[in-house]
């Protein structure tokens, strides 16, 4: 059974930063592109990063320069580094891992099979 835990959302002002971290197990995570998405309220699930199972990364065009998403093959962890942060970045965030393991190109939710339940992030003015 695929399991997805996100952690270290919270409350941040504008230009801070925060780290989130997502826990993968019942999967062979070294050989799965995993990603972040998110949705603020009111509006669909929105891209933010992936990572491939050699690190290279996308990202979304609103949060480019801003975030950097990493991987921890030993660990079966993926981060996300988010600084400089808005208003407008305040969503739930979810770690996702795809349909086909290695489909570096998905950029939305059909895409993805595995979620993680979330964690809200915060950002004030």
């Known amino acids: 059974q695929v399991r997805l835990v996100e952690s270290g959302g919270g409350l941040v002002q504008a230009g801070g930063s925060l780290r989130l971290s997502c826990a993968a197990s019942?999967?062979?995570?070294?050989?799965?592109?995993m990603s972040w998405f998110r949705q603020a309220p009111g509006k669909e699930r929105e891209f933010v990063a992936t990572i491939s199972w050699v690190a290279a990364t996308y990202y979304g065009d609103s949060v480019q320069g801003r975030f950097a998403i990493a991987r921890d093959n030993a660990k079966n962890t993926v981060s996300l580094q988010m600084n400089n942060l808005k208003p407008e970045d305040t969503a739930v965030y979810f770690c996702?891992?795809?349909?086909?393991?290695?489909?570096?190109?998905?950029?939305?939710?059909?895409?993805?099979?595995?979620w993680g339940q979330g964690t809200q992030v915060t950002v004030s003015s």
């Open positions: 019942g999967l062979t995570f070294s050989t799965y592109v």
């Open positions: 996702a891992a795809p349909r086909v393991p290695w489909n570096v190109l998905g950029r939305t939710p059909a895409d993805y099979e595995y």
